[in-house]
Structure formats: structure tokens, C-alpha cells
């Protein structure tokens, strides 16, 4: 197994140190409309090191000058997408397009490995790159623990104090808690814990990193973070696109396995954690774990529910169902909606329940966190019950339309005592002006520069399986229980809003 090694820190917003990055699935989609945007952007803002290479490795056949050009595609059709074409930086453009080669490659042979060990020598020496590597395994899951084999055995990824070597793996890891503990030991076998990244895209997105910050560089919100003043909290991963062209991967996976072991168990712990005692990678990690080792065992029959889309409309247009979908099974008992109701046993939330749900094919896309206030204990306005007081929330907006909001009773002008709903409502766009960027920049760079904090530990990722662990078996291959079913394009299925109606909670409105 291979020790930890400290390696010297690049502070935040500096150049990252020279390096290669190594791309396995440098064909592929994720490549294409991701990786290679987020590099051009880490290029147009100096945070790319001045001596760099980067290497794509995949299966089909390319030259070097065929790769540069595609990659060249993929960045000019982000720009123009994202309205920029105009003003794209084309000398650092250039300059990225030409640091790059292409090794075609069987990620299964041996063979391919010793190419690439030699194509890395070679580049390192003809562009003045130092020996540190970032292998980036954009891939689809089963070739993660070979890959990492492959490169351990071939020398790839040892290190010295002189140099890293680190390695990208992309969710999901593993598909449940056994599955993901056999990975990580096959990947420890060759790796060690600190050469690790597993990725979270979501912990790229501003607004998500903004959770840690809005929670703890504020005095107001803290004192109140806890049972005594929270009625509930409810976290909403909402999305619009149906399956698309994934059926293979989707119909194996499910919503379940897809977002809430990893995304929206990162929504929670970030909303959850206790104070860490530094930003340190290892300060963060370990109150995300604790949290997340804190959720008590959930009750798959009266606690969860999981959902498929059946047909609907949204904005006059008709959706077809999932089992419509192209490569889906007519009978596809696939889950594409899925809500749950946690509780944490620990002193600040012991009592509180914490409502989660994403889904498909839903009427909007929206993700964000609404923690519910408690109502006043009485009501001092004659004719007012207190259950008329509608409580405060505070909504953590993270997407699409970013920002914060507030909600709370105001006076409505006139003779009589009324009370009006009003809020304050934050926009980021209103504050910032955001360079459009896919949110990969931050974790590339991160990962160049040495830190951790906004990857996954493999405590944390077994955390996560650990808690859906029950849901899993109760639902799992040949079991015989129902499913239940939405209308796409509404906002999910009755039998989640009577997991909150129970006790006369209910879900805030997508709007
Ligand atoms: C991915 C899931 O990890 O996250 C997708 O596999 C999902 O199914 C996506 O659509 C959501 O990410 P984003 O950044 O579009 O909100």
C-alpha cells in the first residue's frame, strides 16, 4: 500500500505547479463538454501552470493534430453556447491546444501502459514539464479499478518527495456500500488515501462552496443553526431533462445511486456539519463524515419513497414516460424520483427531520436548501392563530437562479392588524459578475494544487452508501415492491408530499 506524502502547497490563485494531466476517456462526452472547457478557462485565467501537457488516452484511433481539433470544437461550441465566441482568448487557446497529445490505448494491456509511461517522458522532456501527474479517469465506472491496477503496476503512480502523482475518479464509486469498499481496497492497493480525488461535481458549483462560507463568515446564522430554532430542513435537487440518451447507464443506476449518496449527501452534510476548526482539507472532511455517520437508520417502508415518471406536459408540450424513453424496458421498474425523510442524532439536530427529493422530468429545475424556522410560541395578534403565522424560511438557492432568500411576516398597511408574507431576496448575478465556467475548474485546479477539501474521502463516500443502505435492500433486485408514479413535467408523486403531510409539513412549491 502506498504511504502519504507531503508535497509542497500552492497557495489559492496561484499558477499550479507544472504538471501533466493525463485524461483516460478523453473521447468521451464528459471530456468534451466539460474538462476541456474548464482547462481553456483555467488557461484564459492564469491558473494553468506555464509549463504543462496534457495527454488524451482512449480507445479509437486519433493523431495528435485530429485530438487538438476536437478539443478545439468542444471549447469554441462552450463559448458560443455560453455567448462569449466573440471575446474567446485565443493565444491561450492556442497555447492549451498545443500542450496536448493523444495515445490511443486499451485500458486493459498492459502494453498501452508502457506507451504511455514513455509518451510522458517524452513530453515532459519536450515541454519542459516536471514529473508531477494528474491521471483523470473520465471513464465509466467498471474501469476504474483496472485502470489504477494498470498504472500501480506499471510504476505510473509512485511518488517521491519530489514530485506527485494523483488520480481523478469520477462518481459514481461503487454502487452500494460493499461495492464501493472493494474498490477503494483495490484502489489503495496501488494508491494512497492523499493520491486520491473522487470527485463531487457538485462541490465545484459556487453556490454549494458558498454553504460553508454563508454558514460560518456570518454571526447570524449560527446561533440559530440548530433544534431549537429549526422546524425542519428540506433539501431539492429538482431537474428537468428526463433520461436523455443515458437509458444504459440510468436503467442499471436509478435516482437513487445516481444523486443521493454523493450530491445531495453533500448538500446535507454541508447543511448539517458542525464548525470545522480550520478550511483544511482534512478539518472540513472530518465534520462531513461525522455528520453523515450521524444519521440514524432509516425506515425504507414509512420513511422513503421512490417515484418513475409516467407522461405529462410541461409549458403546453407533451413528455413521454420513462418507459418510453429509448432504451428504457417497457416494464422498467427504474426509480427516477426519490424522497426521503432522515433524522440526525446528534445534540444540535436530535428531533429535526430533514426532508430530501430529486427527481427527473420534474416542472422546474431547481436546487436548494429551505431550512424552516420555527413558528412564534403564541400569537399576540387577536383573531391570529399561531398556526396562521406562516414561519420564516431561509432558502439557500443553488440553482439555476443562485442567491439566498428570506421569508418573514410583515404589517400590510391599513387599520387592521394583517400579516403579509414578504422577503428578502438575494441574486448573486445582482452582486457578482461570474465568468460562465462548468464548475470542473475549481476541482481541476484543486486537485493540481494539492487540496482536498472539495473531494470525497473514502470515510465519507462509505457514509454516504451506509445510509441508503436499508433503502437499497428494500428495494432492490427482485423485490416486489411498488413503484410509484408522477406525471413529468409536475412537481412528484403524491406519496412524497405525504411523507411531510403526516406531520402537517409540506414541501415548498417549485416556482
Ligand atoms: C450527474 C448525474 O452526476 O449530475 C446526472 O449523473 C444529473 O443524472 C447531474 O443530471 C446533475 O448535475 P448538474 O450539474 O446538471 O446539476
Same mark, same amino acid.
Given at each position: 500500500?502506498?504511504?502519504?506524502?507531503?508535497?509542497?502547497?500552492?497557495?489559492?490563485?496561484?499558477?499550479?505547479?507544472?504538471?501533466?494531466?493525463?485524461?483516460?476517456?478523453?473521447?468521451?462526452?464528459?471530456?468534451?463538454?466539460?474538462?476541456?472547457?474548464?482547462?481553456?478557462?483555467?488557461?484564459?485565467?492564469?491558473?494553468?501552470?506555464?509549463?504543462?501537457?496534457?495527454?488524451?488516452?482512449?480507445?479509437?484511433?486519433?493523431?495528435?493534430?485530429?485530438?487538438?481539433?476536437?478539443?478545439?470544437?468542444?471549447?469554441?461550441?462552450?463559448?458560443?453556447?455560453?455567448?462569449?465566441?466573440?471575446?474567446?482568448?485565443?493565444?491561450?487557446?492556442?497555447?492549451?491546444?498545443?500542450?496536448?497529445?493523444?495515445?490511443?490505448?486499451?485500458?486493459?494491456?498492459?502494453?498501452?501502459?508502457?506507451?504511455?509511461?514513455?509518451?510522458?517522458?517524452?513530453?515532459?522532456? /519536450?515541454?519542459?514539464?516536471?514529473?508531477?501527474?494528474?491521471?483523470?479517469?473520465?471513464? !465509466?465506472?467498471?474501469?476504474?479499478?483496472?485502470?489504477?491496477?494498470?498504472?500501480?503496476? /506499471? !510504476?505510473?503512480?509512485?511518488?517521491?518527495?519530489?514530485?506527485?502523482?494523483?488520480?481523478?475518479?469520477?462518481?459514481?464509486?461503487?454502487?452500494?456500500?460493499?461495492?464501493?469498499?472493494?474498490?477503494?481496497?483495490?484502489?489503495?492497493?496501488?494508491?494512497?488515501?492523499?493520491?486520491?480525488?473522487?470527485?463531487?461535481?457538485?462541490?465545484?458549483?459556487?453556490?454549494?462552496?458558498?454553504?460553508?462560507?454563508?454558514?460560518?463568515?456570518?454571526?447570524?446564522?449560527?446561533?440559530?443553526?440548530?433544534?431549537?430554532?429549526?422546524?425542519?430542513?428540506?433539501?431539492?435537487?429538482?431537474?428537468?431533462? !428526463?433520461?436523455?440518451?443515458?437509458?444504459?447507464?440510468?436503467?442499471?443506476?436509478?435516482?437513487?445511486?445516481?444523486?443521493?449518496?454523493?450530491?445531495?449527501?453533500?448538500?446535507?452534510?454541508?447543511?448539517?456539519?458542525? /464548525?470545522?476548526?480550520?478550511?483544511?482539507?482534512?478539518?472540513?472532511?472530518?465534520?462531513?463524515?461525522?455528520?453523515?455517520?450521524?444519521?440514524?437508520?432509516?425506515?425504507?417502508?414509512?420513511?422513503?419513497?421512490?417515484?418513475?415518471?409516467?407522461?405529462?406536459?410541461?409549458?403546453?408540450?407533451?413528455?413521454?414516460?420513462?418507459?418510453?424513453?429509448?432504451?428504457?424496458?417497457?416494464?422498467?421498474?427504474?426509480?427516477?424520483?426519490?424522497?426521503?425523510?432522515?433524522?440526525?442524532?446528534?445534540?444540535?439536530?436530535?428531533?429535526?427531520?430533514?426532508?430530501?427529493?430529486?427527481?427527473?422530468?420534474? /416542472?422546474?429545475?431547481?436546487?436548494?436548501?429551505?431550512?424552516?424556522?420555527?413558528?412564534?410560541?403564541?400569537?399576540?395578534?387577536?383573531?391570529?392563530?399561531?398556526?396562521?403565522?406562516?414561519?420564516?424560511?431561509?432558502?439557500?438557492?443553488?440553482?439555476?437562479?443562485?442567491?439566498?432568500?428570506?421569508?418573514?411576516?410583515?404589517?400590510?398597511?391599513?387599520?387592521?392588524?394583517?400579516?403579509?408574507?414578504?422577503?428578502?431576496?438575494?441574486?448573486?448575478?445582482?452582486?457578482?459578475?461570474?465568468a460562465p465556467s462548468t464548475g470542473y475548474e475549481t476541482l481541476i485546479y484543486d486537485c493540481m494544487i494539492g487540496d482536498a477539501t472539495l473531494f470525497q474521502r473514502s470515510d465519507s463516500v462509505m457514509a454516504g452508501w451506509d445510509i441508503v443502505k436499508p433503502l437499497q435492500e428494500h428495494w432492490g433486485q427482485g423485490s416486489s415492491q411498488p413503484i410509484a408514479s408522477y406525471a413529468a413535467g409536475s412537481d412528484g408523486p403524491a406519496e412524497s408530499d405525504a411523507l411531510l403531510n403526516t406531520s402537517q409539513r409540506s414541501w415548498r412549491a417549485l416556482s
Amino acid at each position: 500500500m502506498a504511504q502519504d506524502i507531503e508535497h509542497p502547497k500552492t497557495l489559492h490563485g496561484e499558477r499550479a505547479p507544472s504538471c501533466s494531466i493525463v485524461i483516460f476517456g478523453a473521447g468521451g462526452d464528459l471530456t468534451k463538454r466539460l474538462l476541456m472547457p474548464a482547462l481553456y478557462n483555467l488557461a484564459r485565467t492564469n491558473l494553468l501552470p506555464d509549463n504543462f501537457a496534457l495527454i488524451g488516452v482512449d480507445r479509437l484511433e486519433m493523431s495528435d493534430l485530429a485530438f487538438q481539433n476536437h478539443v478545439e470544437e468542444a471549447v469554441r461550441a462552450f463559448a458560443a453556447d455560453k455567448h462569449y465566441a466573440q471575446t474567446l482568448d485565443e493565444s491561450n487557446l492556442k497555447r492549451l491546444l498545443q500542450s496536448m497529445s493523444y495515445l490511443s490505448a486499451d485500458f486493459a494491456d498492459a502494453a498501452s501502459y508502457q506507451q504511455l509511461g514513455e509518451k510522458l517522458k517524452q513530453v515532459q522532456q /519536450s515541454q519542459q514539464v516536471s514529473e508531477n501527474v494528474m491521471f483523470y479517469l473520465a471513464v !465509466g465506472a467498471r474501469f476504474f479499478g483496472g485502470i489504477v491496477d494498470h498504472l500501480g503496476q /506499471s !510504476g505510473l503512480v509512485g511518488e517521491t518527495n519530489n514530485f506527485w502523482r494523483r488520480v481523478v475518479v469520477e462518481k459514481p464509486f461503487g454502487h452500494d456500500l460493499a461495492s464501493a469498499q472493494t474498490l477503494n481496497t483495490q484502489l489503495r492497493h496501488s494508491l494512497a488515501e492523499t493520491q486520491i480525488y473522487r470527485m463531487d461535481h457538485f462541490l465545484g458549483k459556487e453556490t454549494v462552496q458558498n454553504i460553508m462560507l454563508m454558514r460560518f463568515a456570518n454571526g447570524i446564522f449560527e446561533p440559530l443553526w440548530n433544534r431549537d430554532h429549526i422546524d425542519h430542513v428540506q433539501i431539492t435537487v429538482a431537474e428537468t431533462v !428526463g433520461v436523455e440518451k443515458r437509458a444504459a447507464f440510468y436503467e442499471t443506476t436509478g435516482a437513487m445511486r445516481d444523486m443521493v449518496p454523493n450530491h445531495v449527501f453533500q448538500l446535507l452534510a454541508l447543511t448539517a456539519m458542525e /464548525s470545522p476548526s480550520s478550511f483544511d482539507a482534512n478539518a472540513v472532511r472530518n465534520e462531513k463524515t461525522k455528520v453523515l455517520n450521524s444519521v440514524h437508520r432509516v425506515n425504507p417502508a414509512t420513511d422513503a419513497v421512490r417515484a418513475q415518471y409516467s407522461t405529462g406536459q410541461r409549458d403546453g408540450q407533451a413528455l413521454k414516460a420513462y418507459r418510453q424513453e429509448d432504451g428504457v424496458a417497457a416494464d422498467s421498474s427504474t426509480e427516477t424520483y426519490v424522497a426521503m425523510k432522515l433524522g440526525i442524532d446528534n445534540w444540535r439536530w436530535a428531533g429535526v427531520p430533514f426532508y430530501l427529493r430529486t427527481g427527473k422530468a420534474m /416542472s422546474k429545475r431547481q436546487s436548494e436548501i429551505m431550512i424552516q424556522f420555527k413558528r412564534p410560541p403564541f400569537s399576540l395578534f387577536r383573531n391570529t392563530a399561531t398556526e396562521a403565522l406562516t414561519p420564516n424560511g431561509l432558502v439557500i438557492k443553488l440553482q439555476p437562479d443562485e442567491g439566498a432568500m428570506l421569508t418573514f411576516g410583515a404589517k400590510i398597511p391599513g387599520p387592521k392588524i394583517e400579516i403579509g408574507q414578504v422577503k428578502m431576496d438575494f441574486h448573486y448575478k445582482d452582486y457578482f459578475q461570474n465568468a460562465p465556467s462548468t464548475g470542473y475548474e475549481t476541482l481541476i485546479y484543486d486537485c493540481m494544487i494539492g487540496d482536498a477539501t472539495l473531494f470525497q474521502r473514502s470515510d465519507s463516500v462509505m457514509a454516504g452508501w451506509d445510509i441508503v443502505k436499508p433503502l437499497q435492500e428494500h428495494w432492490g433486485q427482485g423485490s416486489s415492491q411498488p413503484i410509484a408514479s408522477y406525471a413529468a413535467g409536475s412537481d412528484g408523486p403524491a406519496e412524497s408530499d405525504a411523507l411531510l403531510n403526516t406531520s402537517q409539513r409540506s414541501w415548498r412549491a417549485l416556482s
